[in-house]
């Protein structure tokens, strides 16, 4: 055990923040805290390195133990460059290599009386190196920086020149690059594009280390995490598992709670109806019983009522009357600042219906395009010609469409007059905003407020074609989910440009990657990205990823799997300038005379794999049932105070969720080989 969080409790102003929150993290383990935007997840962290004092409990390190923070903004005020402060963190390497080139220089002068003990010490000296790998220090800082997003020749840039995110950047690289025994990290992918974010998920999943994170990227969660340590209500909860095991789990726990809950507001409303009724005999024996149900009623430790998301209403958006069937064609786009080109030659479409995510690097464009299309910034080539009837509502992350003196409920009403006092609570409380909520001022909110509070007001636009830029861009989970149901539900046509990789999956219906100064389209949502990207990048671009310096002639590019056109070739240009990669992996069966040798030859092969697939069904269906036992197990409180039992359960639970992934794995490789 590396970390040791035992019982803490903090409070602000009589509010308690954390009361008994108790976890633990063992060396290598990654894990991750979260929770709704106030829980106390900071705080949290804030405690575990004691930049805030608890007002009870303990936080406790193993011996010796290095640990690393990186908080989630930065001000580093330096005028070192990038490469400068990255590579201060490997000033003892680097003292140490100076120390060894003197020595060498020494030896060549020193009597041989000196000389045996200047060997030594050049000996011991060049272990130390090695152990320290200072022959590679110079790789891995360059690697670093250029795994977080920085070109090369941005590397001689002064740090004090830099954005706020940039900073944040260069410190994360320090901080990885320090190695400590424990990375702490509060929302670390807030300033990084999808590739470094990427970059960023290798990196942690290989380092010999343990890491602890705060992160509303789901993606990355599940990804990075393998216990998820929720901060709710004042109390925190651990689970074993990634984020989307964590949700099923939650899930699992939370009618558990509702069960039991339930169960006892019954039990209490009975017990109460028995002590009126013995009351009402008015005898001394009847009051006497009465009396002494009450007391053990007042015993019963009440259980709280589960805080439910269900509970609160959903947002459903529904555009007012419906658009032609084009609603966007962008033809030869073209858009530069300066001698900085941005794209050239952009050519997409955009159909009624269509949830459509524009993703790319951070600098490529993307916003601008989406400025471009909503009429706030002018193309310098090309046209943008919007269908009939299409009523653009948009959505930006500096929410220019607020303002910063009214309160909630007055930038509702006097945007939508019509609407009556129920109804403007009933929209906000769908955007979590209850009670006096709605009477705060729109200065005095945090970023992912005031961006719940401008999709409340996109809601009740009468657009059609929703233009969202980064849309969860400072939202917790909670909000993220409830926008992810309504945009996934929402009937009119969606475009938005968002890092998100969860949310993309989940609402998106068709990716357009701008890279290369160039719009790629991929059919599918960001699983079918990852899984065909680096064929696509390498057959397009000649590189296997979304990095590469090659460039492209004009034209979209298009990825399908199609079983129409088969007859055509495989990458067919047309006059549009776009290119149709079909799926031509199927196997034509000709005229089906296959020879009787190989007729007998996919017959044994068929059983082999049939009979391969039942033993792997058999093995996961045991593994299944057993995991099933465990949590069972688990769900006894008698095991919950019995440490030894608890850590032998959950090591088990843990191995084998390793064997059923390999096991599934296993399985759809069999069954793929099945279909051929």
């Known amino acids: 055990m590396i970390l040791n969080v035992h019982n803490l409790c903090k409070s602000f102003d009589g509010k308690d923040i954390l009361s008994g929150a108790s976890f ?7 894990a991750a805290i979260v929770g709704i935007n106030g829980a106390g997840k900071t705080t949290l962290l804030k405690l575990i390195i004691g930049e805030l004092s608890a007002d009870d409990g303990e936080v406790t390190f193993s011996k010796d133990t290095t640990w690393g923070y990186l908080a989630q903004n930065q001000n580093i005020d330096t005028d070192n460059t990038i490469i400068e402060e990255l590579t201060l963190v490997k000033k003892d390497i680097i003292e140490l290599e100076k120390k060894i080139r003197q020595a060498e220089e020494d030896m060549k002068h020193t009597d041989e009386s000196e000389l045996s003990d200047l060997m030594e010490r050049y000996t011991r000296m060049n272990e130390e190196f090695q152990r320290a790998s200072g022959y590679a220090w110079q790789s891995e800082v360059s690697g670093v920086a250029r795994g977080l997003g920085f070109l090369d020749e941005e590397f001689d840039k002064k740090i004090n020149t830099l954005s706020g995110g940039q900073k944040t950047r260069v410190a994360l690289g320090k901080l990885l690059l320090q190695k400590p025994d424990l990375i702490i990290l ?3 992918t807030n300033h990084l594009d999808m590739n470094s974010i990427r970059w960023l998920e290798n990196y942690l999943l290989n380092y010999k280390g343990a890491v602890l994170i705060v992160s509303h990227d789901r993606y990355f969660l599940d990804k990075i995490a393998g216990k998820i340590i929720e901060v709710e209500n004042t109390k925190v909860t651990s689970f074993i598992g990634n984020y989307s095991t964590y949700s099923i789990k939650k899930e699992q726990l939370r009618k558990i709670q509702w069960n039991a809950y339930i169960k006892q507001q019954a039990e209490i409303k009975h017990q109460e109806e028995v002590i009126t009724k013995l009351k009402s005999f008015n005898r001394e024996k009847s009051i006497k019983r009465a009396e002494s149900r009450e007391k053990m009623l007042d015993k019963i430790e009440v259980l709280d ?8 209403m959903k947002i459903t958006l529904k555009p007012s009357f419906e658009s032609g069937n084009d609603v966007l064609t962008a033809t030869n786009v073209a858009k530069s600042f300066g001698s900085e080109k941005l794209f050239s030659g952009l050519n997409f479409e955009i159909k009624k219906g269509e949830h459509v995510a524009i993703i790319g690097d951070n600098g490529t464009g993307k916003t601008t395009l989406l400025k471009i299309i909503n009429g706030i910034e002018t193309l310098d080539e090309g046209e943008i010609e919007l269908g009939v009837k299409v009523r653009i509502g948009y959505y930006d992350q500096e929410h220019h469409v607020l303002h910063d003196e009214k309160t909630l409920f007055e930038e509702i009403s006097d945007a939508y007059p019509t609407l009556n006092n129920t109804e403007i609570r009933n929209t906000l409380a769908a955007f979590l905003f ?5 009477f705060k001022r729109i200065k005095d909110l945090s970023g992912g407020e005031k961006g719940r509070v401008s999709l409340a007001k996109l809601m009740l636009s009468d ?16 909000s993220k989910e409830i926008l992810e149901t309504a945009i996934s539900g929402y009937e009119g046509t969606v475009l938005y ?10 609402t998106a219906t068709r990716i357009l990657d701008l890279t290369h100064g160039q719009m790629v389209n991929y059919i599918g949502n960001y699983d079918y990205y990852i899984e065909h990207v680096d064929e696509q990048m390498q057959r397009l671009f000649g590189t296997g990823s979304s990095n590469g310096n090659a460039t492209l002639a004009d034209g979209s590019y298009k990825y399908q799997n199609s079983s129409e056109g088969q007859n055509d070739s495989a990458n067919d240009i047309t006059k549009t300038g776009t290119v149709n990669v079909r799926d031509t992996s199927a196997s034509d069966n000709g005229n089906g005379s296959a020879d009787w040798k190989a007729q007998k030859e996919a017959q044994a092969k068929k059983r082999k794999l049939e009979t391969a697939l039942k033993k792997c069904e058999t093995e996961i269906e045991k593994l299944e049932q057993r995991d099933a036992e465990i949590n069972e197990a688990l769900s006894d409180p008698s095991v919950g105070t019995d440490l030894a039992k608890l850590r032998k359960l959950t090591d088990e639970q843990t191995e084998i969720s390793e064997k059923l992934t390999e096991l ?3 399985w759809e490789k069999i069954s793929s080989e099945m279909d051929f």
Do not use: C
């Open 434 to 438: 209850t009670g006096e909520d709605v």
């Open 463 to 478: 657009a059609n074609f929703l233009i969202l830029d980064e849309p969860t861009n400072h939202l917790d989970i909670t």
């Open 186 to 188: 509060d929302e670390p």
């Open 664 to 666: 599934y794995d296993e």
């Open 497 to 506: 440009v968002s890092h998100d990789r969860y949310f993309i999956n989940r």
């Open 305 to 312: 009522k589960p805080v439910d998301i269900d509970d609160r």
């Open 24 to 30: 633990h993290i063992e060396n290598n383990e990654k």
